[in-house]
Nanobody, 124 residues
Framework: QVQLVESGGGLVQSGGSLRLSCAAS????????MAWYRQAPGKERELVAN???????NYADSVKGRFTISRDNAKDTTYLQMNGLKPEDTAVYYC??????????????????WGQGTQVTVSR
């Protein structure tokens, strides 16, 4: 099992900044990709950014140039630095981990895990 604990959400004015953190307890799993998703009221959950173990990143077009995802493999923690926040960034932000392990029978097990979510609200 992988457990993810998010922190850093809150209320901020338009143009402000927030930094989200997601700490993983991974047991015998290795975490390959860590990602941030968000879900606004009445909308589907969408990918914000992801980062693999080697540090390669992907961003949604809507956040490019404003958000930066990073990762500390030694701490099993990923961060999302959000600058230039806009009211349309308001959402619940979720951390996701794509992990793998080998079972006692030496079989590859792939699993996805989600955090509980943290609210980000950007006022006008």
């Amino acid at each position: 099992q992988v457990q993810l604990v998010e922190s850093g959400g809150g209320l901020v004015q338009s143009g402000g900044s927030l930094r989200l953190s997601c700490a993983a307890s991974r047991g015998k799993f290795s975490i390959d990709v860590m990602a941030w998703y968000r879900q606004a009221p009445g909308k589907e959950r969408e990918l914000v950014a992801n980062i693999n173990r080697g540090g390669s990143t992907n961003y949604a077009d809507s956040v490019k140039g404003r958000f930066t995802i990073s990762r500390d493999n030694a701490k099993d923690t990923t961060y999302l630095q959000m600058n230039g926040l806009k009211p349309e960034d308001t959402a619940v932000y979720y951390c996701k981990a794509e992990a793998h392990r080998y079972t006692d029978e030496d079989e590859l097990e792939l699993s996805n895990y989600w955090g509980q979510g943290t609210q980000v609200t950007v006022s006008r």
